[in-house]
């Protein structure tokens, strides 16, 4: 019984330890790829910093 707990705690440390060092792969890879050009950036951010009010400041 022990031996189970101890493999699937291993397992799921293991599935979560993947997940986390592939988005972090993406992210990087993708950040690479926004500076050099080949993707773009989002057309504006998610409505909270749009600087481009015509209200005079």
């Not at 019984?1 to 101890?6: R, S």
């Not at 592939?22 to 890879?29: A, C, K, M, P």
């Given at each position: 019984?022990?031996?189970?707990?101890?493999l699937?705690?291993?397992?799921?440390?293991?599935?979560?330890?993947?997940?986390?060092?592939?988005?972090?792969?993406?992210?990087?890879?993708?950040?690479?790829?926004?500076?050099?050009?080949?993707?773009?950036?989002?057309?504006?951010?998610?409505?909270?910093?749009?600087?481009?009010?015509?209200?005079?400041?």
């Open positions: 019984m022990e031996t189970a707990l101890i699937g705690g291993s397992g799921v440390g293991l599935l979560i330890l993947i997940l986390i060092t592939t988005f972090v792969l993406l992210g990087r890879r993708a950040r690479r790829g926004r500076k050099s050009g080949k993707y773009t950036y989002r057309a504006k951010p998610n409505g909270t910093y749009d600087n481009s009010s015509s209200t005079p400041h």
